[in-house]
């Protein structure tokens, strides 16, 4: 029987990582995997998840089953932590999932419980799993237009156009913060106009948001979040921890499904425990645990917080030096938008030959689509990054 499974495709990421290992030279940069490092190339465990396990470890004394759609302590932190004051637990469903990716996956699940001619539009770009896992689950994709490869912003004009098609049944798919694989995001006046066509169209909208305080903060970076959810009755977040809180291994993502009454956030709230049930039974407990210890006291949530901001800024202060070397080799500012996009990632334009150049001559890897993680640099390797950009012709 195993033996008539077809051969899968690599994926590109994991496949780059392989070749950046086998690169015997020195001074080779990695900008291809999608997880945060420190100047030294270190993903490091931040302070007050250490804190939180030791507490874990000195006063765990069970290993037993925990509850199939999580603990209640991790939803609603998560919740408080993404909607803020605009949290309405009678009417919000959540649920623990395997990572974000798991909340993306039964986020889509429960749409099509819902509708089974679900369509999902989706910015192009967008993180490639996105589509694998919908094409994979045969869920139609409706691609609609976002990033201008001239500005290297948002082409809004484009994708207002384009998710005015969708309909009621439908479920529009935004990235909430940090967009990835571009860094190019929606002011919030932008998310107001969204928010409008949501409004006409009767789609619903799935939010993915993966990075949570990477981009302008934590408040900021869920204000878009905040404003759909204020305005459009149903709602759902698909919100990862592997970044915000660096527990990559962990797998703790959250679901929450925004309903318009109670007795419809009865039926989301059964709907998505059967899905965990029918997927993997119990979600994972360690990381949830850690996450709503540290959101639920307030000196490890504010010891937290400051880590966070010494991420977030360290990455800001990385994109002005790479914009600003640039700017330099260039003599023109056509590199500015290095310094405006959020987020780990900026697509930086290059065709799959430029990109290819840059690996091959500098030992620069990045993705075929020029995406690059702007946390794989640090103060002695942007130089090295801006010659190679420049000498390739990007």
């Known amino acids: 029987m195993l033996g008539n499974l077809k051969p899968q495709a690599p994926d590109k990421i994991l496949a780059l990582i392989g070749e950046f290992r086998a690169d015997p030279r020195q ?7 999608g997880v945060y490092k420190d100047a030294t190339g270190h993903t490091p465990i931040m302070r007050a998840v250490l804190e939180a396990e030791k507490r874990m470890l000195e006063n765990e004394t069970t290993k037993t089953y925990a509850g199939l759609a999580g603990e209640p302590e991790f939803q609603r932190a998560m919740g408080e ?16 999932t395997v990572g974000g990716t798991g ?9 099509r419980m819902a509708n089974p001619e679900l369509r999902v539009f989706v910015s192009d770009p967008t993180w490639p799993n996105h589509v694998s896992i919908m ?16 500005t290297r912003g948002v082409a809004f004009d484009a994708m207002k156009q384009d998710i005015s098609a969708a309909k009621k049944g439908d479920v529009v798919l935004l990235h909430g913060c940090c967009h990835n694989p571009t860094g190019a995001n929606l002011t919030l006046d932008q998310w107001a106009e969204v928010a409008s066509i949501l409004e006409k169209t009767g789609a619903t909208p799935l939010i993915d948001l993966a990075y949570q305080g990477f981009g302008d903060g934590l408040e900021e970076d869920a204000a878009g979040t905040r404003l759909i959810a204020s305005r459009i009755p149903e709602v759902l977040i698909a919100a990862s921890c592997s970044k915000n809180f660096g527990i990559y291994r962990e797998r703790t993502g959250c679901l929450l499904a925004l309903c318009d009454n109670p007795a419809t956030k009865e039926l989301a709230q059964g709907a998505m425990a059967f899905l965990n049930r029918q997927t993997y039974s119990f979600p994972p407990f360690h990381g949830a645990k850690v996450v709503a210890t540290i959101l639920n006291d307030a000196g490890l949530r504010a010891d937290w917080q400051a880590e966070l901001e010494e991420v977030r800024g360290g990455m800001l202060r990385l994109r002005e030096q790479l914009a600003t070397e640039l700017r330099d080799l260039a003599g023109s500012d056509r590199f500015g938008f290095l310094a405006e996009h959020r987020g780990m990632f900026s697509r930086l334009g290059a065709s799959p030959e430029q990109v290819a150049r840059m690996k091959e001559e500098f030992g620069i890897y990045m993705v075929g689509d020029s ?4 946390a794989g640099l640090n103060e002695a390797t942007i130089p090295v990054l ?9």
Request: hydrophobic content about 55%; glycine content about 10%; overall charge neutral.
């Open 27 to 33: 001074g080779k940069i990695d900008l291809g995997v």
């Open 81 to 96: 932590l993404i909607l803020g004051a605009g949290l309405k637990p009678e009417t919000t469903a959540a649920l623990a």
């Open 103 to 111: 909340a993306i996956r039964q986020a889509l699940e429960l749409a």
């Open 135 to 150: 094409n994979f689950m045969g869920v139609p994709v409706v691609t609609y237009r976002y990033f201008d490869a001239e």
């Open 371 to 374: 995406r690059l993680n702007i």
């Open 386 to 394: 801006a010659r190679a950009i420049i000498e390739a012709g990007v």
